[in-house]
Every structure is written in C-alpha cells, then in structure tokens.
C-alpha cells in the first residue's frame, strides 16, 4: 500500500540556480534526486509533488545555496503483513521474484508453499489452491502478502519476503 507523506530534504547547488526559473529548477532537482530513491525511514519514493523552498541559506565553506525543501511524496514501505499485487518477473527451483510497482521485489520462496512443484523444462511453477492447480509463469499477476522484511544499507532497498495469497 502506497502512503502519502511530507518530507523535508535539504539540497545544495550552486548559486547559478538563482533565476526566474528557481522554484521549477529546484523541483526537478528534487525530482531527479528522489524519484525511485529509497530510505529506511520513508521506503520507495514513487511521485513528488507540491514542491516548496522553506528557507536558503549561503555555505561559509563553499558559497553553495543551502535550501530546505519540502515535498509531498507518494511512498511505497514495505510492512509485514501488507498485500500486494505485483508481476512474476523470475521463477527458479528456489522460489519467484515478484516485482511490485515496478520498483520493489518480493520473494516468494518455494518452502512458504507446501505444494509449490517447479518444473524447469517449461520454466513454471505450480501449486494446489482451493482442490485446484494453478500455473505460475513470467509475467503473471499473483496477490502476495509480505512475511518478512530488512533493509539493506549497502543497496539502499528492502529485501522482501512473501507468501502467495
């Protein structure tokens, strides 16, 4: 589930920037800074808008421009026990990746489903729901729900664990 949320974010640039085109110059600046970025504190960003300048201040040390900007974000978290429907983008004798939003993986491994059987000739898994049998390939939309979740300071991104639902 995406959230929406204000961030505060400081950036520096050069004093070059200050022109009649300031505030659209700062808000792509933000843009390209954060979209697709990701942090412990606010998970995925997906969507900036309302982009505001709440101060600026000049660098002792550089003469760069300090500004503190505010925005509205749309966000992707990941929580356990969150729902999500995403795409199948791998299938392998250890499990299924599923991209969620185009921007969040989750995998699902074999072990979570007793009936999980991979068949590596036809690069599908299958699996018994509901007294029926259901047929995972690349590019199906499947409903998963998160079981675990740690992010990874290194990658800047959460390692995600789920279970088909």
């Known amino acids: 589930m995406t959230e929406r949320k204000k961030i505060t974010k400081k950036i520096q640039t050069q004093p070059s920037i200050l022109t009649s085109n300031l505030y659209t110059d700062i808000k792509t600046l933000i843009q390209e800074s954060e979209l697709g970025a990701c942090s412990k504190q606010h998970g995925y960003i997906l969507d900036v808008e309302n982009t505001s ?34 795409r199948v983008c791998l299938i392998f ?17 074999t072990t979570s489903h007793a009936n999980f059987t991979f068949n590596p000739d036809l690069n599908q898994i299958t699996y018994k729901k509901d007294n029926s049998e259901v047929t995972l390939k690349n590019g199906d939309l499947v409903r998963i729900s998160v079981t675990g979740v740690q992010f990874n300071e290194s990658s800047l991104s959460f390692n995600c664990y789920g279970a088909i639902v």
């Open 53 to 86: 300048v709440k101060s600026c201040s000049v660098s002792e040390s550089n003469s760069y421009l300090n500004f503190e900007v505010e925005y509205l974000a749309t966000t992707l978290k990941p929580k356990v026990g969150s729902q999500y429907t995403g």
């Open 93 to 109: 004798a250890m499990g299924i990746l599923v991209n969620v939003a185009e921007i969040m993986k989750v995998f699902i491994p």
